[in-house]
């Protein structure tokens, strides 16, 4: 038989990890030339050391505050776009994580402030009220996924349909909770403590906590999605829902544990801003989704299903962060970041779709000459 | 000739119905060209064809349910005023085209909203309200009552009074000769033979049809006795598809399943692996009656289906091929949730090899395999979660000729090593030679289970097609009449 004269190719290079690999150095070189380009153009800026005084010039860019808050910033964005790539890799789509975020947020913030040192119960030890607030972030944020999830998997509606309902639900919630109105002063453990823990670097202040947390987050997804039965679930039910039901999988228990997951990034992320941030109040991450859909479709998620990556994801937000930090550091007009923002993540998706085009073709031709050879020699 | 009809018959997958698409410009030729009127044509668009006066109706009803009657008869020329609708002339033409065939519905229902029987009468006035004068009608009696169906004769016999020309594909033999004045015999996609209606007869037709040249050769597991009974169904029915349907499934044994396009074959395979909602009767594995509510529990129970199409239900196409075969068997690759990767690829490495999979390494998606070896994954999918009971639809559909050889060959060594194989095929030869006995349904009944030495082409063909005929998916002749 054929087998025998052609031995398999299994130890070759595994395509699929190549493919990744290439995918997001794409993603990375961009964001390098990005970063390059901001530091040669960006201009340098003098400012006088906190410490001794003496005036020194810098790169506008390339500081370490200004990367520092870059990203920060980012890791928000990127937290819950890794969550929501989840959704997008089933072949759904989650509106309801800029909402989840805030009514997260303000749960956390009302229990923080209850228990911090102006709230009425002020004399309770931070060592039980910060983990406990961590928990109800992540908790308040998980339900409202399961709920998501509820709702597409018994109802059979559009997961479009479902999150923009519950986009105005969660957020209505968080309106009638907080009364409109801002809730801080919350124990310093938690602020300055954990999230806002500050390294002093060449006299710069910084916060790796956000940046730790946000790579812990997209770690532990790359992993899941890569080695787990459920991560490979995930990308059969987006690649082919049929097929995955045909092949017995359990479509409903996987479909609510992505949009339960998205629900936890956005409690997670919904922490940090607590604590980076000090307060919270019900209009904390409006129009948050949008950023976060977008920094996952940059990243290689595809609307229609079956692809995507963590990593993609956290690269995705990234440079969505970086134009928008360059747009001032050029001096740009800020009336016309939404525009460049805009066209940046159209031209991304399509760039990636020219590249899977010419990939797969590449791929059809190998898998072709692969057959041709092979009935040569076995005729 | 104007005025006349013209039969098209032939085996499923015989090409009937790709000329008929061909003819009315829905497919482009790779070759060749026809004549109308002593004019050669080559059409590359439905609208080409519909200025020439061909016109289609299809068999399966093809038009957009959402909108109404009068939208769909009008729906290539919709009249309008610089874009916006004429109302009132959509329905007044519409009208007319119903009149002119003598059907009376509203104009302003919805498609959706008619009975098939109406909507057939819809599809062949929109094909005359564009100005055929050539009538392609693809089976189309496949999908009405048998009153129904005495109408739509009639108004082919006005038609054809009226000089316009008709090519009908069908299987209805008893139609055929009704109608037509000459018939054209179609075999794997080639010209068979054309007759005049009056110079043939139904058993010259038939052997027309299934006369190719075939040897029955004798697989190696119809030497072994087979073995327990793995599968028992008994009074299955599911309203509309099929009823009252029950055979018993052995390890080692290869039931065929044959019939025409519609005779439940497939609904009946989906039923048994759960995907049927409205099934009753009762499903035995190995002798103990189960309940099966989902392909989760159909698996769990070891039944394995590879399904009619496999690139929608089968294949996770931009998937690797590796993963594909190790979808639905995960839960046993892997220690709390958490896939062993080389245990995964070792199983893969194998199935590969066992099933002569063919593709430049497992990592390529499946989209781009050929549809033999995507074929072999969906099935290395089932044997790798050690399902022994597999349910085969159309197994080497869409696959050519070399590809078909080593699945049949697979088949054979799997029913030779104990599994238990009901085996759904339109290809004669193959449920012939591979089956231990043939299983013949039509019109949602089993019509007889053959054994091996009592088959025969002919009798099958019979069988499948049914002597009588008119038949009608509602109330479907009992086997008594055979």
Not at chain 1, 153 to 165: A, E, K, R, Y
Not at chain 2, 96 to 106: K, P
Not at chain 2, 378 to 404: M, S
Request: with cysteine.
């Amino acid at each position: 038989m054929t087998h025998d004269e052609m031995p398999l190719r299994i130890s070759a290079p595994p395509a699929r990890r190549k493919l990744i690999r290439f995918q997001e150095t794409g993603l990375l070189g961009v964001i390098f030339a990005l970063g390059l380009a901001l530091t040669v153009f960006g201009g340098s800026l003098q400012i006088r050391q906190p410490g001794t005084g003496t005036v020194e010039t810098v790169n506008k860019f390339l500081r370490a505050d200004n990367l520092g808050m870059l990203a920060n910033n980012a890791s928000f964005f990127a937290i819950m776009a890794v969550g929501e790539a989840f959704v997008i890799i089933t072949g759904g789509i989650d509106l309801s994580v800029g909402a989840i975020y805030c009514l997260s947020a303000v749960c956390g913030a009302m229990f923080l402030s209850y228990f911090g040192p102006g709230g009425a119960e002020s004399g309770a030890s931070p060592a039980w009220v910060v983990p406990a607030a961590i928990l109800l972030c992540m908790g308040v944020g998980t339900l409202c996924g399961l709920l998501n999830g509820a709702g597409v998997v018994l109802f059979g509606i559009h997961p479009f349909v479902i999150t923009l309902g519950t986009l105005a639900i969660y957020r209505g919630v968080a309106f009638v909770m907080t009364k409109a109105q801002a809730y801080t002063n919350f124990p310093s453990l938690f602020t300055d403590g954990l999230i806002r823990y500050q390294i002093v670097w060449n006299g710069h202040a910084l916060y790796p906590v956000p940046l730790v947390i946000m790579i812990c987050v997209t770690i532990f997804a790359g992993w899941y999605l890569k080695h787990t039965v459920t991560g490979r679930h995930v990308f059969a039910i987006g690649g082919n829902e049929q097929a995955a039901l045909f092949s017995g999988l359990p479509v409903k228990r996987v479909k609510l544990k992505v949009y339960a997951f998205s629900g936890l990034t956005a409690g997670i992320a919904a922490i940090i801003m607590l604590g980076y941030y000090g307060s919270a109040s019900s209009d904390a991450g409006t129009g948050y989704e949008l950023g976060v859909i977008a920094a996952a479709v940059v990243g290689g998620a595809s609307l229609v299903g079956g692809r995507g990556t963590a990593w993609g994801a956290l690269l995705g937000a990234l440079m969505i962060q970086m134009i928008s930090n360059g747009i001032i550091i050029l001096n740009i007009d800020q009336n016309y970041s939404q525009i460049i923002i805009g066209s940046v993540i159209i031209l991304a998706v399509l760039w990636d779709r020219i590249n899977t085009t010419l990939r797969e073709r590449r791929m059809a031709r190998s898998a072709q000459s692969a057959r041709d050879s092979r009935q040569e020699i076995s005729s | 000739m104007p005025g006349s009809c013209h039969a098209l018959v032939g085996e499923n997958g015989a090409g009937k119905s790709t000329l008929g698409k061909i003819l009315a410009g829905l497919c482009r030729p790779d070759e060749g060209h026809f004549e109308i009127d002593g004019v050669p044509r080559r059409f590359r668009s439905p609208l080409e064809a519909q200025r020439a006066g061909v016109g289609i109706v299809h068999q399966e009803l093809s038009f957009c349910p959402n909108l109404t009657v009068a939208e769909n008869i009008c729906l290539s020329h919709l009249p309008n005023r610089v874009g916006r609708m004429n109302w009132p002339e959509v329905y007044r033409q519409a009208r007319a085209c119903l009149d002119e065939i003598g059907a009376d519905c509203d104009v302003q229902e919805e498609l959706g909203r008619l009975n098939t029987g109406q909507t057939q009468m819809v599809q062949i006035a929109a094909a005359l309200a564009t100005g055929a004068r050539l009538l392609v009608m693809d089976e189309p009696t496949s999908s009405l009552s048998a009153a129904e169906s005495r109408r739509l004769e009639e108004l082919i016999g006005q038609l054809l009074q009226r000089g316009t020309t008709i090519i009908y594909v069908s299987h209805r033999m008893d139609e055929i000769f009704r109608l037509c004045d000459s018939v054209t015999v179609m075999r794997d996609g080639q010209h068979v033979a054309t007759k005049s209606i009056a110079k043939t007869d139904e058993t010259e037709l038939i052997q027309l049809m299934i006369g190719r040249a075939w040897t029955k050769f004798f697989p190696k597991h119809l030497d072994r006795p087979i073995g327990a009974e793995q599968l028992r169904v008994e009074s299955f029915s599911s309203p509309g598809k099929f009823s009252e349907v029950g055979f018993a499934l052995h390890s080692g044994e290869v039931l065929g399943v044959a019939g025409l396009v519609g005779a439940g074959r497939s609904e009946m395979a989906l039923g048994i692996f759960g995907l049927d909602a409205n099934r009753t009767g009762r499903i035995f594995v190995k002798g103990s009656e189960v309940s099966i509510g989902s392909p989760r529990e159909a698996m769990a129970l070891g039944i394995g289906l590879v399904s009619e199409d496999r690139k929608s239900q089968g294949l996770v196409l931009g998937m690797s091929c590796g993963d594909n075969v190790t979808l639905c068997s995960l839960e046993h690759l892997s220690r709390c949730g958490i896939i062993r990767l080389p245990q995964e690829r070792a199983v893969v490495a194998d199935f590969f090899s066992k099933l002569r999979i063919k593709a430049a390494s497992p990592q390529v998606p499946a989209r781009v395999l050929s549809g033999g070896n995507q074929q072999k994954l969906v099935l290395a999918k089932w044997l790798a979660r050690q399902c022994r009971i597999l349910i085969l639809d159309e197994p080497t559909r869409g696959v050519d000729v070399g590809a078909k050889a080593e699945i049949h060959q697979l088949i054979e060594e799997l029913a030779a090593d104990g599994y238990a194989i009901l085996m759904i095929s339109s290809e004669l030869p193959e449920v012939l030679n591979l089956s231990n006995r043939v299983m013949v349904m039509r019109n949602g009944r089993v019509m007889q289970i053959l054994n091996r030495v009592e088959t025969t082409e002919e009798r099958v063909m019979q069988l499948m097609a049914g002597r009588t005929g008119a038949g009608n998916t509602n109330r479907p002749t009992s086997v008594a009449n055979n």
